[in-house]
């Protein structure tokens, strides 16, 4: 079994070209993680294709072999880093872990 932790990210920004500029700049950045923190076992960053109006913007998938390991993450100076740029940025998130 692999723990799963799901986040799905939203932009805010009503400038078009300062929200493709923002999301670029974070998608570049969660992608960063991946080779700096040894904890996640796997890791995807998804860019929305769907023009719903409700869609999210970029789906976080990862995967860590245990809750230590999804612990150590979430502390990481690296995560850090990353959910303080998200601050900067008007967008919003929904995150779920489960086990699979």
């Known amino acids: ?54 869609a999210y913007d970029i789906a976080l998938n990862m995967q860590f072999l245990n809750e230590d390991d999804l612990l150590t993450y979430s502390m990481h100076p690296i995560h850090i880093t990353v959910l303080n740029f998200m601050k900067t940025i008007p967008l919003e998130s929904v995150v779920v872990d489960y086990w699979q």
């Open 1 to 54: 079994m692999v723990l799963k932790h799901i986040v799905l990210i939203r932009s805010l920004e009503k400038d078009l070209l300062l929200r493709e500029a923002q999301l670029i700049n974070l998608r570049k950045k969660l992608l960063g993680m991946e080779s700096q923190i040894a904890e996640i076992a796997k890791m995807e960053v998804g860019k929305n294709i769907s023009p719903r109006v409700n």
